[in-house]
């Protein structure tokens, strides 16, 4: 069966989002992709924000593309009291409902959990917000940089000497957007296993970072450490870092393994450390982290980083280049695995972007559609909830809809 006849494994499922921006978005696209029927709410008055970041084409965001593809667009303005009410039908047809607004915001609009709660008992409701529906700092406005910042990951991420630095990518947003999808896809498994009725999913950005960090919270229990950033390497895990080549450029080893310890000294000329009794763990690795990486690093400043590259994959050592979008581009496994689709823009013009994750063997998810414009499938949403053209209209005209 070939990816664009599979049957999609979420078909079938209606979900209904609120969001804006990066997380709630994020977390409906994952449902998308794998068949869900996603029904997007947006401001008749520019839609989401993300439409208008980063780099454009036509006055669209690229980014907007993958965001949001395989969803309808439907632009209702939920400050009216129409707009309300379409949304209020919808949530009531609908399996799933992802939100990311300020906690309180629904409820002023009659949307929150509670009053859909009593109208549609089967609704799951998923709410992703800077600090959660409870709580002290509920009302508080919190993007994905301040759940990093307040979950732990800022202060351990760059160098000891330097400010705390932020990732390239929007990290907190997205992780907190993986357990939406992961949360909405529990609760509908017991609601149809369990004979279980809808429930709501409370998300908070820093609590989706803080999930992510590790030992932290038992080694400063225990021991009272507090981990500091450490730059390139990974503390207590060695040799795990990355290490400068002879052309200027860098390649990341993993070697803390034991046996992969031993073949990487053989594999640069030191059996005396691959030999050496003190090194077979890790345990006795880390006192002479310092050691070790002096001995690695000047193995590869003498060699460039294609043959630094080749000896390790010899030697079974893990090892990579530090790819940037053209290295990906350009890979061979890559493609191999389809992680690079090719879709058409308007005018024709070719559009390259990632593929879906993860992969599923018998029913695997497909881009059916990119991101579509602001409101285009508004008066076919409203026809669904039996909205006659005259009426569709007369919204129109009041500004209701676009």
């Not at 500091?228 to 200027?248: F, K």
């Not at 046996?259 to 030999?275: C, S, Y």
């Not at 508004?378 to 676009?402: M, N, P, Q």
């Amino acid at each position: 069966m070939s990816d664009a006849t599979a049957a999609q494994p979420l078909a079938g499922v209606k979900v209904l989002e609120a969001g804006n921006m990066i997380a709630a978005p994020f977390c409906t696209r994952i449902l998308a992709e794998f068949g869900a029927d996603v029904i997007k709410v947006e401001d008749p008055q520019g839609g989401d924000q993300l439409r208008q970041w980063r780099k454009m084409y036509q006055g669209t965001s690229l980014w907007w593309l993958a965001q949001a593809r395989n969803k309808r667009s439907l632009a209702v303005d939920l400050r009216t009291a129409e707009g309300q009410e379409i949304v209020r039908s919808l949530a009531c047809r609908s399996d799933v409902l992802v939100e990311n607004f300020r906690p309180g915001t629904l409820e002023r609009w009659g949307l929150g959990w509670e009053a859909l709660h009593r109208l549609h008992p089967a609704l799951v409701m998923v709410r992703l917000s800077g600090y959660g529906q409870t709580g002290p700092y509920k009302d508080r406005p919190g993007f994905g940089v301040i759940g990093e910042a307040m979950g732990g990951m800022r202060f351990v991420t760059g160098y000891p000497d330097q400010p705390p630095v932020r990732m390239g990518i929007s990290i907190g947003d997205s992780i907190a957007a993986l357990y939406g999808a992961i949360g909405a896809l529990i609760a509908l498994h017991h609601r149809t296993a369990n004979g279980g009725e809808g429930q709501m999913i409370d998300i908070a950005l820093y609590e989706a970072v803080f999930s992510m960090m590790e030992s932290l919270v038992p080694e400063f229990d225990v021991l009272g450490f507090v981990r500091e950033r450490a730059g390139n390497a990974l503390p207590g895990i060695v040799p795990s870092n990355t290490y400068p080549t002879a052309d200027g450029k860098y390649v990341i080893i993993g070697a803390n393994g034991d046996r992969i310890f031993k073949r990487l000294m053989q594999a640069i000329g030191r059996d005396d450390l691959a030999t050496d009794p003190t090194l077979t763990t890790n345990e006795g690795r880390v006192p002479r982290t310092a050691e070790l990486d002096a001995v690695i690093g000047d193995w590869t400043r003498s060699h460039d980083l294609e043959h630094t590259l080749a000896v390790l994959e010899r030697a079974e050592v893990p090892a990579a280049r530090i790819y940037d979008v053209r290295d990906i581009m350009a890979d061979p496994h890559y493609a191999a695995r389809g992680m690079i689709e090719q879709h058409s823009l308007p005018g024709d013009r070719g559009v390259k972007l990632p593929a879906i994750v993860p992969k599923l063997s018998a029913t695997p998810g497909r881009t059916r559609w990119l991101g579509p414009r602001l409101g285009q499938h508004t008066d076919e949403v409203l026809a669904e909830l039996g909205y006659d053209d005259a009426r569709s209209a007369a919204l129109r005209a009041k500004a209701v809809i676009r």
